[in-house]
T-cell receptor
Framework: ELKVEQNPLFLSMQEGKNYTIYCNYS?????LYWYRQDPGKSLESLFV?????AVKQEGRLMASLDTKARLSTLHITAAVHDLSATYFC???????????FGTGTLLAVQP | NAGVTQTPKFQVLKTGQSMTLQCAQD?????MYWYRQDPGMGLRLIYY???????DKGEVPNGYNVSRLNKREFSLRLESAAPSQTSVYFC?????????????FGDGTRLSIL
């Protein structure tokens, strides 16, 4: 069974602090996606990671992919309140572009 | 830039009623998808259409039907709504073969079944 597990499920952090969200998956996949969702809103694509060792950065967020360990990380540097949202990782589960999503990490950045 | 458009945005139904959720995309994508989102469970794939004229079941297809009307439009139908189908429904589209491009999502339909 294809599984994508994220941890933590909930993260409360103070502004200015650093933290990492982890995404583990159970099957080989060469594509991993990170999305952000604000409350009551749609999913916004953050990063597309396509190969082992891929690292992408946008502002205070940096994502990496280790396909051998079946692990992706989303690192938050010097968090600000605007980063408060739910973050999802997703992998392709096989043919026809089917995405398998993690359960999400709810990030709350406190002033 | 419209992207993926879903209608309606909100709907309340009574148990046993039927309705169709509409989705249209203007990005000329071949593949389209319907997901449901429930608290603590992420997004789960209901049905997908890899290309015009084809549809396939996803992870949770029971109680739903779909129609790929043309390349732009992909609808989801609840024939006899049940309270367990209360959820937020998202439509998405993508272009197969372009692995560096993510799936694009609509704004969602919030459906309550009483």
């Amino acid at each position: 069974e294809l599984k994508v597990e994220q941890n933590p499920l909930f993260l409360s952090m103070q502004e200015g602090k650093n933290y990492t969200i982890y995404c583990n998956y159970s099957t080989t996949s060469d594509r991993l996606y990170w999305y952000r969702q604000d409350p009551g809103k749609s999913l916004e694509s953050l990063f597309v990671l396509l190969s082992n060792g891929a690292v992408k950065q946008e502002g205070r967020l940096m994502a990496s992919l280790d396909t051998k360990a079946r692990l992706s990380t989303l690192h938050i540097t010097a968090a600000v309140h605007d980063l408060s949202a739910t973050y999802f990782c997703a992998i392709y589960g096989g043919a026809t572009n089917k995405l398998i999503f993690g359960t999400g990490t709810l990030l709350a950045v406190q002033p | 830039n419209a992207g993926v458009t879903q209608t309606p945005k909100f709907q309340v139904l009574k148990t046993g009623q039927s309705m169709t959720l509409q989705c249209a995309q203007d990005m000329n994508h071949n593949s389209m998808y319907w997901y449901r989102q429930d608290p603590g469970m992420g997004l789960r794939l209901i049905y997908y259409s890899a290309s015009e004229g084809t549809t396939d079941k996803g992870e949770v297809p029971n109680g739903y039907n779909v129609s790929r009307l043309n390349k732009r439009e992909f609808s989801l139908r609840l024939e006899s709504a049940a309270p367990s189908q209360t959820s937020v429904y998202f439509c998405a589209s993508s272009e197969p073969g372009m692995s560096n491009q993510p799936q694009h999502f609509g704004d969602g339909t919030r459906l309550s079944i009483l």
